[in-house]
């Protein structure tokens, strides 16, 4: 409770400014050990980067990394973080998307932050989510031929035999 | 035409293939394939507990082993929420810039082989080895160190570590000097480095490039600068950069940083208490003494239970960043509440970095591709993890 108000006081510019242009872009904010992640929908991602990138007191032009945690067997399955950084500001901010298990589809980033190819190419390679509108979305990581995706947990450590 | 450089080519330091198309023998487009090295150790870190996931973390990246234990360990510290006692974060900070001057001189070294400069080669292994023998000498491994634990250090330095540490620091400004005497005037070195491989700050952070290889684009962003960990604000140091984003620029950029690392390297020596404890104490997470556990039946069953089954951190996600050598290495822990991590990410500099080689030698000559591919500082195992 204690720490819910806090987490409320101390609230990230980013999640006031997020709301301010697009109340439907926040679904969900979530403070944990410091670091705050906000819920987008998937359909608001790719308009969220454009104006977290562009917004002049944010600066968001750093994408560190992309990563997914795959929940099966929960739905939605996937979870897609983005992780933001502002040189400028000395600022970090999580974005996440939920993706459904039979539709793992979401808007490429890779236009907003060139980063994002590979990191998009690493997350189809290894969870099977695939990045709309990405140039070249192709294994990076496992042979071209492979079958599956690894990193799911519904694959086996070992692999399938 | 087009030239297919590597998988086995001395000059990819590693298992990297670069699919070339050329004109006559200017680069038209370059293309990384990679993946020859992909041992999943993301997925193996899923099936096992935390403690056992830090002697995965050394494989990473081999040449900064104690950078990978460092990010490991915080980013588990930050999800349980336990704060290191301040002798150990010194420790931590004095191993870890031992490992980025070993690092650079590692990069310093073959990268001038790449280009013809075998010497410089022989002067900077002299030196590495001087560190490797202090690794040796306080965690018992030279290379696969696991030194750094869960909140705090796997064992006591042994006494008289900090002697050798000062000897080799000392003579290490002059080392410097000696490779700089090869190197930084150098005509055929000047040649072969200035204005090769130019890469813009824009571009860098579009292509988000981290460490020299952001740095020497004019951007000063620094992890231990910019969101300091392990004590980092209490040192001071410089961030060297440079402007002209050429493959010269970011050799400068890292002879200026082993001077830096020298400079905190000799402050962590003053500021190490002579004793005090190397590990938190955080019973059930952190392993009791050896003295504790043989005398108490507490000490005991814990030490059995951090041992078989592991410890639970709450459930919740967390992203550290430290700078290692090469750049921003991250860590994005997932936690369901159970023993094992639920997910782990290493977001490493030389994968995103890597990234970056078509921007730095398209339009140039194949032998600058070389000169490109070293400038960069990619270590294979940690492209591919």
């Known amino acids: 409770m204690e720490s819910q108000e806090r987490g409320q006081k101390e609230e990230a510019p980013a999640v006031g400014k997020l709301r301010q242009w697009d109340t439907n872009a926040v679904a969900e904010v979530v403070e944990f050990r410091g670091e705050t992640t906000i819920v987008v929908p998937r359909e608001h ?62 808007l490429s980033v890779t236009p907003v932050w060139p980063t994002a190819n590979w990191h998009e190419r690493e997350n189809f390679d290894l969870f099977g989510i695939r990045f709309e509108g990405h140039p070249d979305l192709t294994r990076i990581l496992m042979p071209d031929d492979w079958e599956g995706y690894p990193l799911r947990k519904d694959y086996p450590v070992e692999g399938f035999r | 035409m087009v030239l297919n450089m590597g998988p086995q080519h001395p000059s990819t330091h590693g298992v990297l293939r670069v699919i070339l198309e050329l004109d006559g023998e200017t680069i038209l487009s370059a293309k990384s394939v990679i993946g020859y090295l992909h041992t999943g150790i993301e997925k193996s870190c899923e099936s096992k507990t935390y403690s056992q996931c830090i002697t995965l973390t050394d494989r990473i990246d081999y040449l900064a082993p104690l950078s990978n234990n460092l990010g490991f360990c ?37 990268h001038a082989i790449d280009l013809g400069a075998m010497s410089v080669f022989l002067y900077s292994f002299r030196e ?86 952001l740095r020497g684009s004019g951007v000063a962003y620094d992890v231990r600068r910019a969101f300091p960990y392990s004590s980092y604000e209490e040192f001071d140091f410089d961030v060297p950069t440079q402007t002209a984003g050429d493959c010269y620029a970011r050799y400068q950029c890292r002879v200026a940083e082993i001077r830096e690392s020298v400079k905190i390297v000799k402050q962590a020596m003053n500021k190490i208490p002579s004793e005090g404890p190397f590990r938190a104490e955080v019973p059930g997470i952190i392993p009791p003494s050896r003295e504790e556990m043989k005398t108490s039946i507490e000490g005991l069953i814990y030490h059995f239970k951090i041992f078989t089954e592991g410890f639970a951190p709450p459930p919740g996600e ?68």
């Open chain 2, 128 to 213: 590495r080895e001087e560190i490797m023998k202090i690794y040796e000498y306080v965690s018992g491994q030279r290379m696969m160190t696991s030194y750094f634990r869960i909140g705090g250090l796997a064992l006591e330095p042994p006494p008289g570590w900090l002697d050798r540490v000062e000897r080799v620091m000392d003579a290490m400004p002059g080392h410097i000097d000696e490779y700089e005497d090869l190197l930084t005037k150098n005509r055929i070195w000047l040649a072969r480095t200035q204005g090769v491989g130019v890469f813009s700050a824009a571009d860098a952070i579009a292509m988000g490039a981290s460490g020299p290889l």
């Open chain 2, 318 to 385: 967390v992203y550290q960043a430290i700078e290692s050598p090469r750049g921003e290495l991250g860590v994005f822990m997932a936690s369901d509440g159970s023993p094992k991590p639920y997910r782990v990410k290493f977001r490493t500099p030389s994968f995103v970095n890597l990234q970056s080689l078509p921007n730095l030698c398209v339009g140039r000559l194949i032998a600058d591709a070389v000169a490109c591919i070293g400038t960069t500082d990619i270590v294979l195992g940690e492209v591919d993890r």
């Open chain 2, 74 to 110: 915080l980013a588990a510290e930050k999800l349980l929420g336990i704060e290191v006692p301040k002798r150990a974060q010194y420790i931590r900070v004095l191993m870890t810039e031992l490992t980025r001057i070993t690092s650079h001189l590692v990069w310093l070294g073959t």
């Open chain 1, 45 to 106: 991602i790719r308009r969220a980067a454009e104006f977290l990138l562009a917004e002049p007191s944010l600066q968001f032009t750093f994408l560190s990394d992309i990563t997914t945690v795959d929940r099966f067997p929960l739905e939605p399955r996937f979870e897609v973080n983005y992780h933001l950084l502002s040189i400028e500001r000395k600022m970090r901010l999580r974005l996440k998307v939920r993706l459904a298990g039979n539709d793992p589809i979401v």
